[in-house]
């Protein structure tokens, strides 16, 4: 739910992000902090007009002219980052407690913690072994530097970071106001590595990483509170101040969604077009799960996250390349990632993402791969295979071009040989299983099972919107079985599946490909693609090719190997089969039930929504004014008793006035606020993704009206 116009604070876009070099959050934090009061009161406004003063670099670096006697000068170190409050500088008599500094360090975007971090050490060095958990940004062995952002995401935010599923006691040993929220003990652990050197928490966090914690939630308990009007520069100075403290307390994984907080923060307040208020829940949400459970002593590893990926040298491998996938990042980060497959199954990814966007992102999909001495750029890898030896291999797959790396191309496969036609063997079904049934506690910068690329052969119905809508094939042995086209067909009873483009930026071709498989329902077409958690029964394609045996299918030329990279490669007229040919299989493009857009979750949703967009205030006011208590009454009639109980709790929190012994109104503190918040936002994505993970049956869709689903009225408490 976007938020409404009265409740966003006006202010003007930001500085020029390509002028302006990023800063470390205690850069700023410090320069806000030198302010007096008065000046503090101020700082907003001088944002805002920073963002219309001209920013003239020359070869040392930025200078912002406020007028004859005012000249803001920014000296990057050798990252390019703004690391050391001495090499921000203006020429005011109040320097550098001037209003001028701040507003102009405040203007900066924040830089990534792994632009400022030496080079991980070799995988093979002593101390440099995998014992921990979670991952988080780094550089491999190989030349490029690797950023945060996910391939496929413009905005840089994480997905998985949508599916928390539980409480733990509050900050300083406090319980929890909510009934029903287990004990720390009782949360699910995540038993994934972490890469040295990073402290492993073998019995609990120790009492710096405590207070770290408890900061943390502090100032992101006071951003939840004043909601995106009241989080300006001196709230979100503070997040950074306990971003900061946090990474030096070694807790990398709050330090990340602190910042990812304050750059939501920013877009929000900016009104930039690609904001998201889902995706600011989002982050909020992370921060105050993470900061809760470390400020409560829960020892959970996975907690503590990493400073950067830490190659290991693997053994020999054959890869085969199975497509290419274009990355565009609202950082200003550019390139591409082709994702191998090994002979046994296991997934690899090699990546050149660098500082250029768009157009970084379309010359990387002919640069070559830096990799041994395969000689191959990432169009002819994505279609042939490489035989290495000495690979170096990071947590999450990814390939490292490091100097005893040595590889060789091999001929590539055909989607349907070796382990590539495996990908096509499980129905859809199956897989989504297997990816809704791991755990949610782990760091959302680590995707796992759910960001790897799954295969599917679907046969399209037409287009909704900007979706594309499509019905499931039978795996390959059911077909053959079947002996002919119609019988290899399944019926409208399956899940209707839809195809969203992976990324719609204009200069990719993914809405256009998308586009003309649209213009022939009964086309079938092999698609190699990415679930949508957050969405019912919903698959971003990377890529498409033929689908063996009978029917009207694509007919793509012969050197791109019966295979098309979505966000490269456009398909044209001759290669789609004629309209004639499909004309016979086309189906009413009537999208099925939506479990989750058709369900009164929303109005739960809407609720944790307002809460972000507006404020403690907000919420409060729609308490007295009986909107969000007639919620309650369509949450109870469709089963869902706990989301109604939680929304209720929330209200009745948000309105909480307490007196002192005079009679006189007192602050009641933040955190029985931010732990009823907490716990409605957890509870409903946790209800949410029960039902996305139920919308890949066909059994939950397409019931009778009226008849009752277990589905419906299954949530998760706690």
């Given amino acids: 739910m976007n938020p409404p116009a009265s409740a966003v604070s ?11 070099p990023p800063v470390e959050p205690h850069v700023v934090a410090s320069a806000v902090e030198e302010l007096t009061p008065r000046l503090r009161k101020k700082l907003d406004a001088a944002i805002e007009r920073c963002a219309g003063l001209p920013a003239v670099a020359d070869g040392q670096g930025v200078s912002i002219s406020w007028g004859e006697d005012a000249v803001v000068t920014l000296t990057p170190g050798s990252p390019g980052v703004i690391a050391d409050p001495g090499a921000a500088r203006c020429s005011c008599l109040l320097a550098p407690r001037c209003l001028h500094r701040a507003a102009v360090l405040s203007a900066c975007p924040v830089a990534d913690p792994a632009l400022s971090m030496p080079p991980d050490l070799p995988a093979d060095l002593p101390g440099n072994s ?28 994480g997905t998985v970071a949508d599916r928390a599923a539980g409480l733990v006691p509050a900050p300083g040993g406090k319980a929890s106001p909510l009934a029903g929220a287990p004990p720390a003990a009782d949360l699910p652990s995540v038993p994934a590595p972490v890469p040295a050197p990073v402290q492993v928490l073998a019995s609990g966090p120790n009492a710096g990483q405590t207070a770290a914690a408890s900061g943390l939630w502090a100032a992101a308990a006071g951003v939840l509170a004043g909601g995106v009007p009241g989080a300006g520069a001196v709230p979100q100075a503070e997040l950074l101040r306990a971003a900061h403290t946090a990474r030096v307390a070694g807790l990398h994984r709050a330090e990340a969604a602190a910042l990812r907080v304050v750059r939501e923060l920013r877009a929000a307040r900016a009104r930039h077009d690609g904001h998201r208020l889902a995706d600011l829940v989002s982050a909020l949400r992370e921060l105050l799960l993470t900061a809760g459970r470390l400020a409560a002593a829960d020892p959970d590893p996975a907690l503590v996250g990493t400073a950067r990926r830490a190659y290991r040298r693997g053994e020999g491998l054959r890869v085969y390349g199975v497509c290419r996938e274009p990355v565009i990042s609202a950082t200003g980060y550019g390139g591409v990632v082709t994702h191998l497959v090994a002979e046994d199954g296991r997934w690899f990814s090699v990546a050149d ?8 992102a379309r010359g990387a999909a002919t640069a070559t791969v830096a990799l041994g001495a395969a000689a191959l750029d990432h169009a002819q890898l994505a279609r042939r295979g490489l035989l290495i030896s000495g690979a170096t291999i990071s947590p999450d797959g990814r390939l490292g071009a490091g100097r005893g790396v040595r590889a060789n191309p091999v001929a590539g496969l055909s989607w349907s040989e070796g382990p590539l036609a495996a990908l096509f063997a499980r129905p859809l079904a199956t897989v989504a299983d297997a990816v809704f049934s791991g755990t949610s506690w782990s760091d959302p910068r680590d995707g796992g099972a759910a960001e790897q690329p799954v295969g599917c052969d679907l046969e399209i119905v037409g287009a909704e919107g900007d979706r594309l809508l499509a019905r499931e094939l039978p795996p390959p042995t059911e077909r053959d079985r079947a002996g002919s086209a119609e019988g290899g067909t399944r019926g409208t009873r399956e899940p209707l599946i839809r195809l969203v483009a992976a990324d719609s930026h204009p200069e990719l071709a993914h809405v256009a490909n998308l586009r003309q498989l649209a213009s022939r329902p009964g086309l079938r077409v092999r698609v190699i693609g990415r679930l949508d958690l957050g969405r019912a029964a919903t698959l971003r394609p990377l890529a498409v090719g033929p689908v063996p045996g009978a029917g009207p299918t694509l007919r793509l030329p012969a050197e791109w190997l019966d295979r098309a990279d979505l966000g490269y490669d456009r398909l044209q007229g001759a290669h789609l089969p004629p309209r004639d040919a499909c004309s016979s299989r086309r189906e009413a493009a009537g999208s099925d039930p939506d479990p989750v857009a058709g369900s009164p979750l929303w109005r739960a949703g809407r609720l944790v929504e307002l809460a972000v967009s507006g404020g403690r205030r907000a919420v409060a006011e729609s308490a007295r004014d009986g909107d969000s208590l007639a919620q309650l009454v369509p949450l109870r009639r469709a089963g869902f008793e706990t989301s109604a109980d939680l929304v209720a709790a929330l209200t009745e929190e948000a309105d909480r006035r307490t007196r002192d012994v005079f009679g006189r109104l007192v602050d009641s503190g933040g955190d029985g606020y931010a732990w009823a918040w907490l716990a409605a936002a957890v509870h409903l994505a946790a209800t949410e993704r029960a039902l996305v993970q139920a919308s890949w049956h066909d059994g939950h869709l397409h019931r009778d009206p009226g008849e009752p689903d277990d589905h419906d009225r299954r949530e998760t408490r706690g």
């Fill in 10 to 20: 006006p202010a003007a876009p930001a500085t020029p992000a390509g002028q302006l």
């Fill in 130 to 157: 995998d014992s921990g958990a979670g991952t988080s940004t780094g550089a491999g062995p190989g030349p490029e530097m690797e950023t945060e952002t996910e391939p496929g995401s413009r905005t840089g935010s």
């Fill in 353 to 360: 993402v660098r500082p250029g966007g768009s157009a970084r």
